[in-house]
């Protein structure tokens, strides 16, 4: 493997020059933001996870600085591997995982529970980025090439489905996919995948648990179940729908201090946010992420490298993803399928994943000229 650049070395200065401040402040701006929204889940008072929260933000944010000077080449070099390290430690999840409301999900690290299917989100792409960026855009539709990733991409999406996770599941899958369809193949392949999907769908839902059929059924009709398994999602729709235009101001959400919203602090935390700061406020976070999507994509244009580009390009669809699943969950365009909002939900292991996948995207803005090659 060779790696190259048009200039081989980049001095410190150089560096400096070439990181993207303008991310770096969207990331500080959401991350502040969060540290405000779990402050009003805990009605105003600097308690638990305010506390965790802010250290947690802290600490991967100066992570997120620190692997921002790692050489992409060098993500390239070990994509195999940290894709085989997150198999890992979904499998020790198996014999060693920490069980919570009947599924076994996390490895305790004494210092947080780190759940792995979170770091297996970022590993994905980074794995798939670097398996296409080897291959000749003629060979993509080979079966011999298409076989291999869905074989990668299967794998850990059944570990993730047996603890039961069905969601994180599906955001591993489509981050996947999203790179499949970015490396050029052709669409006639999506559409029958989509066709056989639809054929399937009787079989995939008689083998689905009872509690994810539940959500299944509460999605079309929440009020079949209004104290039980419709209650979250009715309840995040009168927090949202009280928040009227500009919001009942902040640590004013009666929803939230009546404690009438469960899960507020991670799945439903833009419930609560809605409810606080209305619609202008909703759609001023949304334009965040929709900036910070947006830089993302731009770097991934200014790279010389196609694995710089396709990560970048795949990690921005797959953040998309992330936001719009979980705000089109709490306004009951989905069903609930336990997705956190990127840097906003409280949870160490999806923020950690998060600062980790955005590190990458800089070190390609760092080194945007550095060239790869087989």
């Known amino acids: 493997m060779i790696y190259s650049t048009l200039n081989s070395n980049y001095s410190f200065v150089d560096k400096l020059k070439s990181v993207d401040y303008f991310l770096i402040f969207l990331v500080l701006i959401i991350g502040s933001i969060s540290v405000f929204s779990i402050y009003s889940t805990e009605s105003g008072d600097f308690s638990f996870y305010t506390k965790n929260h802010l250290i947690r933000l802290i600490a991967f ?61 970022i590993a994905v792409i980074v ?28 794998i850990p999406c059944y570990l993730v489905i047996t603890q039961p996770d069905l969601g994180t599941a599906i955001l591993i899958a489509g ?55 419709g209650y979250q999602i009715i309840q995040s729709k009168i927090a949202i729908g009280s928040g009227g235009m500009h919001g009942k101001g902040f640590l004013q959400g009666t929803q939230s201090y009546l404690e009438f919203l469960p899960e507020k602090h991670t799945d439903f935390i833009f419930t609560l946010f809605s ?57 009951g365009l989905l069903p609930i399928v336990g997705a956190p909002l990127p840097i906003m939900s409280y949870g160490g292991s999806s923020m950690l994943s998060i600062m980790i996948g955005l590190s990458i995207v800089m070190s390609c803005k760092i080194y945007s000229r550095e060239i790869i090659s087989n």
């Open 61 to 121: 944010f100066s992570l997120f600085l620190a692997l921002s000077f790692v050489r992409v080449s060098t993500w390239y070099r070990h994509a195999y591997i940290f894709y085989l390290f997150g198999l890992l430690l979904l499998l020790l999840v198996i014999f060693f995982g920490i069980s919570a409301s009947g599924s076994k999900r996390w490895i305790n690290l004494f210092v947080f529970n780190l759940q792995p299917s979170e770091l297996m989100k």
């Open 275 to 331: 409810e606080e700061f209305g619609f202008i406020g909703s759609i001023l976070l949304i334009f965040l992420y929709a900036l910070l999507i947006y830089r993302i994509i731009k770097i991934g244009f200014s790279c010389r490298s196609f694995f710089a580009k396709l990560y970048c390009f795949g990690f921005s669809t797959a953040l998309f993803l992330y936001v719009f699943v979980n705000i089109a969950m709490v306004v």
């Open 175 to 229: 981050s996947g996919i999203a790179i499949i369809w970015l490396a050029g193949l052709n669409i006639k392949y999506f559409i029958y995948s989509g066709l056989l999907l639809l054929v399937s769908l009787p079989f995939i839902i008689s083998i689905l648990k009872p509690y994810q059929k539940s959500r299944i059924l509460t999605f079309f009709n929440p009020e079949r179940d209004p104290l039980g398994a």
């Open 127 to 154: 794995c798939f980025a670097r398996y296409y960026h080897r291959i000749q855009s003629a060979d993509i539709e080979s079966y011999k090439y298409l076989l291999q990733p869905i074989i990668l991409l299967l």
